[in-house]
């Protein structure tokens, strides 16, 4: 007994040091990924203060408010909002902009989003947890929101701009942080030409979009170090500047040097505040990349060392200022004391460039997240990790934001222009987060309206405030990011509508299930050997391809599938709740549906064993509805209840799955030598079939299986063995002729061009070409 009582305090104290040390590795980590923005802001936040008319106010009063200002800048909104309030609102575990808007489409019908079901809620892993059913929260704004398809529509435009402002940061920090460290040369050169500083910038950048398609795994060790001893070193010399330059900077941190410098600087200080708002970007990484860590190491390490060392060099470059304002224009870099200048430069040079690798990754995860909503056109989603979740590159994007990047590099030529185009962007992703969060508070926490009136207001005056302030400067480079934002923007909404649009087409046009009830087991027509997989965006009835394709060709296969691929407003799904397989029809006409799910952060990889997932997740169905049929609990309505089923469990099915070698698999096959050939060719063309795993199914001889569910399984062998096709729509889009114009221009014109020049659906889904039946149709939406 005495051992029992002495062991638990044992094991607690074990637990307890593990998830410290876990917590810590954490925190460690996320130096090099969510803070690299925000720890290479003092290379540029007081040039860009005192670059325009402040900096006629050349005294010590104006340093010391500009330097409040930051202070308490920095710790009102990473601090407060972010640190404190923000990072306790998650989506299961992921952050971000499009993480509050499908938190707040599952506790209120806002969304707008296609192809949504009852049975996505069935995701137990992760609606289980703080998960609140809709008809719970009674509220009037959400009945107000929910009853108005316009205030909708608003929302999701908002949450469109924010994604955009996103993909604009993408440009603007590579552009700026690599241009301002580089440019630190010419404190020690003089005679450096600013076209060379150009052109080295341009190279890094150029270099730095080249190994994006490498991934982030092979250097991310180095990453979190680089951060650290960069922040230690600023850190160290803010200190050096405090104690060496002016110690009174200290008593700036009271508030009161706030009103003195409004009252001293007008209506210019006002303006100023567009400078001093870039203290604060690269906040928003902390709440985005939440998944990748988790809100208590995010904390620790802002904490601990993110906020203490940006504020000493925060207040020990305004030390420097208020003795040496004429080094405005490179205070950061003259401020460094001249014996270890040079390795605080190359510190500071690959800190710029992890900066700049945290926000492209953030980029290619932003628009993978549009993709899986169905708001961007398909593009190339490549995963560079096989263990590391969430690493992706998406070559298009790369390369479009080099060009970009260069362009904005090139034709500025400046960092306070650009800064002037970065600091609209970052604000106005915290401030559209301030509104997202205002809804979550009413909608998810179900707090009173007072509450979440009082965190508007107070946050999104002080965003508000910054964001006027930046708005001045819009013709100085301001116009940059709208432009961007409006361009991402439109190809987001047309995509969202034209595929909106087609999803009700196909959903008003499907086939009824008397119709397919008349034609008989055999369909009407010649039942074929094989697996025939009808792919729809469909989660019931029949797709109008369907009767397209039994009206042009006389024969389908013995075994039909009606297979979607959806995306669901959750960040993962785990493999085990993937599938979902229901029947449609009797028995007699061999007719299933298979609905894919995918959460909107994961990522779809060319899985070589789908066939052999496919067939054993129905054989598995079949026996489950065996069994519930047989105790009278199984729904028999031709379109019956779908079921989860995990293809991984080997428990309840009485099929064995063996690997053949190639010429064995051809052999049992039953194909003609000519179809062998043509596959060994195809094959040769296409080497990364040539690896796919071949199995061959056994039924198992032992067990009590039921004489129809073993014919019915005899049945599905057979026709695997026999082949597997794919059968998708080639659909051809166009506007009605009693459409609008503008209705037209938007279906006809933008939507036809980019379903023209974006992925192939069957290349988006990994279709091997050899299998692929393609039908053609035309959608008149």
Known sequence: MDQE???????????????????????????????????????????SSFSGNLNLYQDE?????????????????PLLKYVLI???????????????????????????????QAADEELSAYYRNGYIPQNTIHSPLKRFLEKHKRLRTCLLLIVLFGACMVIGDGVLTPAISVLSSISGLQVRAKELHDGTVILISCVVLVGLFALQHKGTQRVAFMFAPIVIIWLLCIASVGLYNIIYWNPRIVHALSPHYIIKFFKH??????????????SVTGTEAMFADLGHFNAASIRVAFVSFIYPCLALQYMGQAAFLSKNISYIHQSFFESIPQPVFWPIFVISTLAAIVASQSVISATFSIVKQCHSLGCFPRVKIVHTSRWIHGQIYIPEINWILMILCLAVTLGFRDTTIIGNAYGIASMTVMFTTTWLMTLVVIFVWQKNITFALMFLIFFGFIEASYLSSSLIKVPQGGWVPFVLSMVFMVIMYVWHYGTRRKYLFDLQN??????????????GIVRVPGIGLVYTPLVTGVPSIFSHFVTNLPAFHQVLVFVCVKSVPIPYVPQDERYLIGRIGPKSYRMYRCIIRYGYKDVQKDDDNFENLLVLSIAKFIQMEAE????????????????????????????VMTDVDEAAWNARSGRSETLRSLQSQYEQESPSLTHRRQVRFQLAEEGNVNSDVREELMTLLEAKQAGVAYIMGHSYVKARKTSSFLKKLVIDVAYSFLRKNCRGPAVALNIPHISLIEVGMIYYV
């Open 510 to 523: 499907k086939v009824s299930m008397k119709w397919i009830l008349t034609l008989g087991p055999s369909l």
């Open 265 to 278: 600087t007008g209506k210019d200080g006002w303006i100023s505040l567009g400078g001093i708002l870039l």
């Open 628 to 655: 519930e049929s047989s105790s009278g609990s199984y729904d028999t309505s031709p379109e019956g209840r779908m079921a989860v089923i995990q293809p991984t469990d080997t428990a309840r099915t009485s099929l």
């Open 86 to 116: 923000v990072l306790g609102t998650d989506d299961n575990g992921e952050g971000g902009t499009f993480a509050l808007y499908t938190l707040l489409c599952r506790h209120a019908k806002l969304s707008l989003l296609p192809n949504q």
């Open 5 to 47: 009582i002495g062991s638990a305090p044992d094991t607690r104290r074990v637990n307890w040091k593990s998830n410290y040390k876990h917590l810590l590795l954490l925190a460690y980590q996320s130096f090099g990924v969510v803070y690299g923005d925000l720890s290479t802001s003092p290379i540029y936040v007081y040039t």
């Open 61 to 77: 009063e104006t340093v010391f408010g500009v330097f409040s200002l930051i202070f308490w800048t920095f710790t009102i909104i």
